[in-house]
């Protein structure tokens, strides 16, 4: 762990009785951006299945933030592990287990053990939208264009 203490928002958690003896969510390096979490239970993932996999923890963000949980990256790229609802997230009046669901999309079981750093934790801020409902909108450039329309892929 490392010294960014000042830039910290304190966020509650609360470790669940499996989940006692664990690493919490921690920043492996100083500018790290997420917390890396890990798993509260054994599980093997075989190829195409998915699983909410348990922390052993449940957290109060404070009102205003919300976690997300994505991916790692080294996880995606050798094992074809992965998070299907990512950014996952944790709303901030959400008090169950915080889980991650994981799905695996190589042609091989992939085993999870206890311990295994499995995804990570983003503290955002959230901002939150009022509808301002109108009969037109304002004109733009790209209008309707969308999906691909200033040329995806290979276009000329
Ligand atoms: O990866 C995730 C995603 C969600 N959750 C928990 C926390 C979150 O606050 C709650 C609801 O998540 P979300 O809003 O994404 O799911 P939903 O399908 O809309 O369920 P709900 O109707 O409960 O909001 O489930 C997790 O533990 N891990
Ligand atoms: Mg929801």
Known sequence: MTDNAHSRIPVQLKRL????????????????AGMDVVAAENITLRPGSRHAVAT???????????????????????????????????DSDYRGEVKVIMINLSDDNFPIQRGDRIAQ???APVTIASWDEVEELDETARGAGGFGSTGGHGAL
């Open 17 to 32: 009785p499996h989940g006692h003896g664990l690493a919490l969510p921690a920043y492996a390096t100083q500018g790290a």
């Open 56 to 90: 052993g923890f449940a957290v109060a963000i404070p009102e205003g933030y919300e976690i997300q949980v994505r991916p790692r990256s080294g996880l995606a790229l050798k094992h074809g592990i992965t998070v299907p609802n990512t950014p996952g997230t944790i």
């Open 121 to 123: 934790l983003v503290l």
